[in-house]
């Protein structure tokens, strides 16, 4: 059996020579969407830094989208670790199911605006204050706390520093090369990484089978559990990641993607393509990461995958494994911290700093140390992080939005963020008083889900009664 390792020391010289290339050849991508940045306008504009001036391709699209949604590398290993295949239901199938919505209901709906952000979105259907509710939420819930410190402990583990230490300079990287090239940066480096996190995973699938064999493997040295659709968590508990997973359909990176995209056309048929692409993804680290349990049940669970496959592969693919876990972190850590920092610059601050590339590169920083005291705040819990950000985002935006593409011109910009304060306020007082006490197995996030919708629908005007349009404010 394989042993929980705790040095770098373990890699060959190729090893680190395949990670460093990989490196150079993701700084070398970032440092080209830099210079077309640069060759395109001395003085780039809003929308070019911001969007590439609309004008992304279906692969670039294909590339960046994929590369983006998985980050949390660790975060799904924890869970996969503690549950089993339950990871593979709620990070994976509800995820599918909301794409699939998003590409054929809501991709189309969005050619109407020519929006900036989700915030910027919400403007123009609702109103000002509106926007500015969106705002904050939307930078607290995509200020990228697990990602920093996904990073911080990826450092960590290769090359023994402190994890706060890889959280600091890690994300001062990531931060220099975003705030320089813009979205051109973030899309060229995930092109790069792309090719290698995905070529990673599927590494460790086939090598595991090779030297463990398959399922009979994993069933005689895994929990019962760890085969079972909830994991041995309640059934509304596991529907709570199911709406969480609805979040896409306000998610502001996968909206960031669509207003940057050459059409809608583009926007439709990439989803649908990535949505393959992450279902074989989801298939590989899931797998990987039962393995990793059957192989080192005693090891910490968000580690455990990352030493299972360093000792697995064999020198060379080893250091490639390494560059493709940190690609992994990189592709969603640099979107996250750009829109993030859209979201400060641009949605919240915008009347305030008339420079808004300036006022977005120092926004990055800020944004990056503002992550970094979230992931100390929930003190190194991926499912806290991901659970609570995600349940008051989704359950207090979700319903007014959705509603706002059904049924447009009926929700006024008052009404909205009365139904999102409502809501919030709700989820909060059913988590620290009496009434949670009480109906324990009712999970805040439908408490918030449902106030949001009964204010809408008592308080909507009437249809025929529309508001008049807010698309100029």
């Not at 051109?184 to 089978?209: E, G, P, T, Y």
Request: hydrophobic residues 50%.
């Amino acid at each position: 059996m394989l042993s929980e390792l705790k040095t770098a020391s373990y890699f060959q010289p190729l090893d680190w020579s395949v990670f460093a290339g990989v490196i150079l050849a993701t700084a070398v991508a970032a440092v080209y969407g830099s210079w077309r940045l640069k060759k395109k306008k001395d003085k780039p504009s809003a929308l070019d830094y911001l969007l590439m001036g609309r004008q992304l391709t279906l692969p670039l699209f294909v590339f960046t989208l994929v590369a983006t949604w998985y980050g949390g590398i660790f975060a799904v290993n924890e869970i996969t670790f503690n549950y089993g295949i339950f990871n593979f239901v709620t990070q994976g199938i509800f995820w599918y199911v909301a794409y699939l919505i998003f590409a054929f209901f809501i991709a189309k709906r969005l050619a109407k605006y020519s929006s900036y952000t989700l915030p910027d979105l919400t403007r123009q259907m609702f109103g000002p204050k509106s926007a500015k509710v969106t705002a904050v939420l939307t930078l607290c819930h995509i200020a990228p706390g697990v990602y920093v410190l996904s990073l911080g402990m990826f450092l960590h583990m290769v090359f023994g520093i402190s994890v706060l230490s890889g959280m600091i300079w890690g994300t001062l990287f990531v931060g220099l090369y975003t705030a320089w090239g813009g979205l051109r940066s973030v899309v060229f480096s995930d092109l790069v990484q792309f090719f290698v996190m995905c070529s990673a995973v599927a590494m460790v699938v086939v090598f595991s089978v090779q030297s463990f064999g398959g399922l009979s493997f994993l069933k005689a040295n895994l929990p019962a559990s760890h085969f079972t659709l909830t994991g041995g968590n309640s059934w509304l508990t596991t529907c709570v990641w199911g709406f969480i997973a609805l979040s896409t359909l306000i998610d502001p990176s996968f909206y960031q993607r669509c207003f940057a995209a050459r059409s809608p056309q583009v926007v439709q048929k990439g989803i649908l393509i990535s949505t393959g692409i992450w279902f074989l993804f989801d298939f590989c680290t899931t797998t990987g990461s039962l393995y990793a349990r059957a192989v080192l049940p005693q090891a910490q669970p968000g580690e455990a995958y990352f030493y299972y496959a360093i000792q697995l592969l064999p020198v060379g693919l080893r250091g490639f494994f390494v560059a493709g876990i940190l690609s992994i972190i990189l592709s969603t850590l640099n979107s996250f911290l750009f829109i993030a920092a859209n979201t400060l610059s641009f949605d919240l601050l915008r009347h305030r700093f008339k420079r808004v590339v300036l006022s977005n590169r120092i926004s990055i920083f800020i944004v990056g140390a503002f992550s970094i005291g979230m992931a100390l705040v929930f003190r190194g819990s991926f499912k806290e992080i991901w659970l609570v950000l995600g349940s008051y985002f989704s359950a207090c935006l979700l319903v007014p939005i959705l509603m706002g593409y059904l049924t447009p011109n009926r929700i006024s910009d008052r009404l909205f963020v009365g139904s999102v304060l409502a809501s919030a306020a709700a989820m909060t007082v059913w988590h620290w008083l009496p009434p949670y006490k009480l109906v324990q197995n009712i999970d805040p996030f439908y408490v918030g889900v449902m106030v949001s919708l009964i204010i809408l629908l008592l308080l909507r005007k009437p249809e025929n009664e529309n508001i008049s349009s807010v698309t100029d404010r």
